[in-house]
């Protein structure tokens, strides 16, 4: 099936830092398909990196004018006067209609640019006391992964960066794609955006070690009663064994991460199919479709109804 490309500007600032720079242009240019065109766009030829090397640009700032996404990785120090013609620039972009994301301090950019006001964002936790002092009209959340208000997304440091642009592929192509990046870079095919940035990363069952085979019969019975003595004797050992070494390989518990499945595969079956609410409550193990709508709205803040008729929107016209 053919897609439109989806043209991804990726704006390298002076001092850019190299990890969060590269989480972008790997995850939205480097998966074997062209659903992205990524080009790396500098107010300058060439910028350094908080590491030494450079990096060099395929375009200047005029790079964004055509840009679907722009992405503005963090730079340090973050807290210098930004270009006015970088700020300008995403003005304009922001101004016809472009989608602006930033992963870590980039948003301090965003904020100079005074894109951020009135609205909720994030970044690093180590510099979120920063960004709200200094920019009091950003609506600043420590404590999340990353925010998504529509046009514009802001993601906490490093790998959180990694979840946000998984999540915009989510977004723009369903759980498959996302799910193929996600193993392309052996990272975990989702986290929420508003779990707290301190929590260790769920794995994904092909990722989760000793305790691969207990994951992936839970993904295989999610219709099941499937209680921690059950995961136990799968695993053969004790619930409270069970409990501590799964944890300690997964960084949940053994429950939160048969929930954490359960939701994968339902936004998977209102993404991919007919089935109604339902059908899918069943499916996946929630029982009633009223219990699949309570964490549907605890863990998302929407309804599996409303989420259905917005991926749908998304697919037909992703960014």
Same mark, same amino acid.
């Given at each position: 099936?053919?897609?439109?490309?989806?043209?991804?500007?990726?704006?390298?600032?002076?001092?850019? /830092?190299?990890?969060?720079?590269?989480?972008?242009?790997?995850?939205?240019?480097?998966?074997?398909?062209?659903?992205?065109?990524?080009?790396?766009? %500098?107010?300058?030829?060439?910028?350094?990196?908080?590491? #030494?090397?450079?990096?060099?640009?395929?375009?200047?700032?005029?790079?964004?004018?055509?840009?679907?996404?722009?992405?503005?990785? #963090?730079? =340090?120090?973050?807290?210098?006067?930004?270009?006015?013609?970088?700020?300008?620039?995403?003005?304009?972009?922001?101004?016809?209609?472009?989608?602006?994301?930033?992963?870590?301090?980039? %948003?301090?950019?965003?904020?100079?640019?005074?894109?951020?006001?009135?609205?909720?964002?994030?970044?690093?936790?180590?510099?979120?006391?920063?960004?709200?002092?200094?920019?009091? #009209?950003?609506?600043?959340?420590?404590?999340?992964?990353?925010?998504?208000?529509?046009?514009?997304?802001?993601?906490?440091?490093?790998?959180?960066?990694?979840?946000?642009?998984?999540? /915009? /592929?989510?977004?723009?192509?369903?759980?498959?794609?996302?799910?193929?990046?996600?193993?392309?870079?052996? %990272?975990?095919?989702?986290?929420? #955006?508003?779990?707290?940035?301190?929590?260790?990363?769920?794995?994904?069952?092909?990722?989760?070690?000793? @305790?691969? =085979?207990?994951?992936?019969?839970?993904?295989?019975?999610?219709?099941?009663?499937?209680?921690?003595?059950?995961?136990?004797?799968?695993?053969?050992?004790?619930?409270?064994?069970?409990?501590?070494? @799964?944890?300690?390989?997964?960084?949940?518990?053994?429950?939160?991460?048969?929930?954490?499945?359960?939701?994968?595969?339902?936004?998977?079956?209102?993404?991919?199919?007919?089935?109604?609410?339902?059908?899918? %409550?069943?499916?996946?193990?929630?029982?009633?479709?009223?219990?699949?709508?309570?964490?549907?709205?605890?863990?998302?803040?929407?309804?599996?109804?409303?989420?259905?008729?917005?991926?749908?929107?998304?697919?037909?016209?992703?960014?």
């Amino acid at each position: 099936m053919a897609f439109p490309v989806h043209r991804v500007a990726v704006l390298a600032l002076d001092r850019l /830092i190299p990890l969060d720079f590269a989480i972008p242009v790997q995850l939205f240019g480097g998966n074997g398909d062209s659903r992205y065109q990524v080009r790396v766009c %500098a107010p300058k030829p060439q910028v350094r990196t908080t590491v #030494g090397f450079g990096i060099t640009a395929d375009a200047g700032l005029r790079g964004l004018a055509r840009a679907d996404t722009v992405v503005v990785p #963090g730079f =340090a120090p973050h807290d210098v006067p930004v270009d006015p013609a970088v700020l300008a620039a995403l003005r304009r972009a922001n101004a016809r209609g472009a989608r602006l994301v930033s992963i870590c301090t980039g %948003a301090f950019a965003l904020a100079q640019a005074g894109l951020l006001d009135g609205r909720p964002a994030t970044t690093h936790w180590e510099y979120t006391a920063e960004l709200s002092r200094d920019h009091p #009209g950003v609506l600043v959340r420590p404590d999340v992964l990353y925010v998504d208000d529509g046009d514009i997304l802001t993601s906490a440091g490093v790998s959180a960066g990694m979840d946000l642009c998984l999540h /915009i /592929i989510r977004a723009d192509h369903g759980v498959a794609e996302a799910r193929r990046v996600a193993r392309n870079v052996v %990272a975990a095919p989702h986290r929420d #955006g508003n779990q707290a940035q301190y929590v260790d990363r769920p794995v994904h069952a092909d990722e989760a070690g000793v @305790f691969a =085979a207990v994951c992936a019969w839970i993904t295989r019975n999610l219709d099941a009663d499937i209680s921690l003595a059950t995961m136990a004797r799968q695993a053969a050992m004790s619930p409270r064994t069970l409990s501590r070494r @799964f944890n300690q390989s997964t960084g949940v518990t053994p429950m939160q991460w048969v929930l954490a499945a359960r939701m994968d595969e339902a936004r998977r079956l209102l993404e991919s199919g007919p089935l109604s609410v339902d059908e899918i %409550a069943t499916r996946c193990g929630f029982g009633t479709a009223l219990n699949l709508r309570t964490h549907f709205r605890r863990r998302l803040d929407t309804t599996p109804t409303a989420y259905r008729r917005a991926f749908h929107h998304q697919r037909r016209d992703p960014g």
